[in-house]
C-alpha cells in the first residue's frame, strides 16, 4: 500500500511465512496498525483502546472448538473473543454457532 512504511510490510510478509493461515490473519491487523504477538495458537493484536484475541479456523469441523478455545484465553488476557474463518467454506451455520456462545466473527478470504 501506498505510504506504508517498509518494516511494516516487511513484518507482514514475515509473519505470513512463518506461522501460514494464522499469520495471515495477523499480517491484516498489523497492516491495519495493531500492534501484534502471536501466540501458540491465538493472536493478541492491541490498539485504538482495545485487545483482540484471534485464532483461525480452516474447516467448519474446528470452528466452534477453537471459539471455545479462544474464549478461554481471552478471559485470561483480558480481550474481545475472535474468530477469523479462512477460506471459501460455507460458513453459515458456524457463524451463528459462534456469534451465540459470545464470539465475533471475521470472514479472511486468502
Do not use: C, H
Not at 495471515?24 to 493484536?45: C, I, N, W
Not at 483480558?78 to 464470539?103: D, K, Q, S, T
Amino acid at each position: 500500500m501506498r505510504g506504508m512504511s517498509w518494516y511494516v510490510n516487511y513484518l507482514a510478509n514475515t509473519l505470513r511465512r512463518k506461522y501460514g493461515v494464522l499469520g495471515r490473519v495477523a499480517a491484516r491487523y498489523v497492516k491495519a496498525g495493531f500492534s501484534v504477538r502471536v501466540l501458540k495458537d491465538v493472536v493478541v493484536a492491541q490498539g485504538r483502546g482495545v485487545k483482540y484475541v484471534i485464532t483461525a479456523a480452516e474447516n467448519p469441523k474446528e470452528a466452534v472448538r477453537l471459539g471455545s478455545r479462544v474464549i478461554e484465553v481471552a478471559g485470561k488476557l483480558g480481550g474481545v473473543p475472535v474468530v477469523a474463518l479462512y477460506g471459501r467454506a460455507r460458513w453459515g451455520p458456524i457463524i451463528g454457532e459462534l456469534r451465540g456462545i459470545g464470539v465475533r466473527v471475521k470472514l479472511v478470504r486468502g
